[in-house]
């Protein structure tokens, strides 16, 4: 298998011992070498400095030096095993899931090797543990990609830099904030509020709690001097919203303060001036 080393490892047969030496001579070490370190098949292995040992090594010349021996072997691709995580999101209307491989078994140092993947969730709609489905096979990208072959695929999960090997691949899909109901949809006349929609509800003067709108149909009454404030409701998407306030007959009074940088003033102008909303 692949390690970015020239370095084989084949079995020696050997021949040419006399049957009454057989268990008397034996292989002690030898060097073997790849002529390249790359994958590939064919390659031709160069087998040296072969020493003999045991009894009768010394009739059978114990120290080959000088005997070169050429064979071929292949040297198969590393194989990688990844574990891949998915990352909860935010409900926002598609499948998209961010897939990702957040662990495997080791390159070679100083490699240029990228493992990707990608995949979508089985569902669109926010819940937990959704399963994820990986759309393709984790492949290999980079240059010296072709030194290398993806093993197992284990799904897992991160929790604080740990990871957790699980049986299925999931994750989680939040429910998302509503924005606030658009200003321009409401109409206030005639002692009334109209434009909200059956999705919203309202805060009344006085409650603590947010009534349902589908209820208030017709429009709600209104007394000056009082805030209703508006909302869309919690859905199975969606957790409540931003709120929309409207004021009716509600005064604020503004202070303005001049900084005539030491000039006199001129004229005749109000020390207080006040705005009325509603």
């Known amino acids: 298998e692949y390690d970015g080393t020239n370095a084989a490892y084949p079995s020696l047969v050997y021949g040419g011992i006399m049957d009454e030496d057989r268990d008397k001579v034996k292989v002690e070490s030898y060097t073997a070498e790849y002529k390249t370190s790359e994958v590939g098949q064919g390659i031709e292995v160069t087998i040296s400095n072969i020493k003999l040992s045991g009894e009768?090594?010394?009739k059978y010349q114990p120290y080959a030096d000088e005997i070169v021996?050429?064979?071929?072997?292949?040297?198969?691709?590393?194989?990688?095993?990844?574990?891949?995580?998915?990352?909860?999101?935010?409900?926002?209307?598609?499948?998209?899931?961010?897939?990702y491989v957040c662990g495997h078994t080791s390159f070679v140092n100083g490699e240029d090797v990228e493992l990707k993947v990608n995949g979508h969730f089985e569902s669109v709609d926010a819940g937990e543990n959704i399963p994820v489905v990986i759309d393709e096979e984790v492949t290999l990208a980079g240059a010296d990609s072709g030194n290398y072959v993806v093993g197992t695929v284990t799904p897992a999960k991160m929790n604080d830099g740990e990871m957790t090997e699980t049986a299925t691949l999931t994750a989680t899909?939040?429910?998302?904030?509503q924005k606030a109901p658009d200003i321009t949809l409401f109409t206030v006349e005639d002692g009334m509020i109209t434009g909200y929609t059956g999705e919203m509800e309202v805060l009344l003067p006085g409650n603590e709690e947010y009534v349902d709108c589908a209820g208030l149909t017709g429009g709600i009454q209104i007394e000056s001097g009082n805030s209703y404030v508006f909302r869309y409701k919690e859905d199975k998407n969606h957790l409540p919203g931003a709120t929309t306030t409207i004021n009716v007959g509600v005064t604020a009074t503004v202070k303005i303060t001049f900084d005539l940088c030491g000039e006199a003033v001129k004229g005749n102008y109000p020390t207080t001036a006040t705005i009325t909303t509603g």
């Open 56 to 58: 009768a090594a010394s």
């Open 69 to 99: 021996l050429t064979a071929t072997g292949t040297i198969k691709p590393r194989t990688i095993n990844v574990h891949v995580t998915a990352n909860n999101k935010d409900y926002d209307g598609t499948a998209a899931a961010n897939v």
């Open 173 to 177: 899909i939040r429910k998302a904030q």
